[in-house]
Nanobody
Framework: QVQLVESGGGSVQAGGSLRLTCTASGYYVNFCLGWFRQAPGKEREGVALLTNGGNPTYADSVKGRFTISKDNARNTLYLQMNSLQPEDTAMYYC?????????????????WGQGTQVTVSS
């Protein structure tokens, strides 16, 4: 059973930085991981994904500010978030998919963490 546990959320002022961590267990090397977020009253959306070859892909809203990376030895996924803005405020989720690597469709991700809250004040 795949389990994903996020950490690293918090409250920061606009322009600040946070690094989110997702620790995976019961994980298969051919799974692909990604970060999604959900703001109050909005649908869950993709933020940054790793494709089949481990290449990163980003939502337009975070390009140049967020960086996704993975430590294979530790089965850990990271999201470095810089230049945070109030519109980045959301619950951030780590997700895993076996067959749809790089897909932005949240319905293709069968495994989810519990989420970690990020709040950015102006």
């Amino acid at each position: 059973q795949v389990q994903l546990v996020e950490s690293g959320g918090g409250s920061v002022q606009a322009g600040g930085s946070l690094r989110l961590t997702c620790t995976a267990s019961g994980y298969y090397v051919n799974f692909c991981l990604g970060w999604f977020r959900q703001a109050p009253g909005k649908e869950r959306e993709g933020v940054a994904l790793l494709t089949n070859g481990g290449n990163p892909t980003y939502a337009d809203s975070v390009k140049g500010r967020f960086t996704i990376s993975k430590d294979n030895a530790r089965n850990t996924l990271y999201l470095q978030m810089n230049s945070l803005q109030p519109e980045d405020t959301a619950m951030y989720y780590c997700a895993a998919t076996r067959f749809y690597c790089g897909s932005w469709n949240r319905n293709y991700y069968g495994y989810w963490g519990q989420g970690t809250q990020v709040t950015v004040s102006s």
